[in-house]
């Protein structure tokens, strides 16, 4: 039987687990409740491919044996905390749950020391394979549940990466892209094409300089046909206001999914960041 994430946490409705998205990026938990929880966290370090990748090991401190695990991929030019720190809260109350999480730093972003030209779907998967590998060698992780989740592209990874390593059991995707053609427009393309980069400029970070191997992958890759590839089930969860990635795409990706168990949830009245940067009582 596959196994599915959401699995671990008992009776709790799937769209109780959204609403708690929501509510922990609300403000409706102060940070001293996640220093409650049962957690340990270590920075860690592992190889993909010729290049070191550095992330973020969590761990639930009341098992130390056969417990199930998630990659965690961030989205574009954001790191392995993720906006508002999402993902940094997020492990700790997966490790309550029972279920360790490694997020990482993709390449060009966080302590990665390979410059973001060099970041694709190719290098994306490759880093997701890794880690999943890191933590098969662990002993307190059970090599036969090892999940992956992503945020916006990150979403997009982790289904390129499901797609690509059958012993990924199950995905997660917040507001994960089917598309991400938006992220460029022709001059960039042009210019990519020309210099092997472009600048792209979020408005939130400093430049990064978008690979024409990107824009290469992401024109020639069909991720509707990716998805059908990923045999784990799919859990997608979408914003009903996000104007970065269409809600509906959630629907789409539970409604051509290969296993069953896919589904999705639409969040009301959330965004692309599910309110991490627009609630004043929001405390990162």
Partial sequence: MAWNITDRITDVASDKIADGIVSKYQGKVISSYYASLPFSEVPVSFEANDRTVYGTLCLPTEMKTDVPAVVMLHGTGSARDEAGDGFKYCAPLLASCGIASLRIDLIGCGES???????????????????????????????????????????????????????????????????????????????????????????????????????????????????????????AINGENDDVVDPASGNEIARIASNSLSTYIVIPGADHTFGVFTDPDFNA
């Avoid at 779907?121 to 992503?150: F, P, Q, S």
């Avoid at 094409?193 to 990064?208: E, I, T, Y």
């Fill in 113 to 235: 020391k390979v410059d973001y030209q060099y970041y694709n779907y190719t290098t994306a998967t490759e880093d997701a394979v890794a880690a999943k590998d890191y933590l098969k060698g662990l002993k307190e992780i059970d090599g036969n549940r090892i999940g992956v989740m992503g945020w916006s592209q990150g979403g997009t990874d982790a289904l390129l990466a499901a797609a690509a390593d059958k012993e990924f059991k199950s995905v997660c995707l917040w507001a994960g892209a089917l598309d991400m053609q938006m992220m460029y427009t022709p001059e960039m393309r042009a210019e990519a094409k020309k210099n092997g980069f472009a600048v792209m400029d979020l408005g939130w970070r400093s430049p990064l300089n978008l690979g024409w191997k990107w824009i290469e992958e992401v024109e020639g890759t069909d991720m509707r046909a990716v998805v059908k590839k990923v045999s784990a089930p799919i859990f």
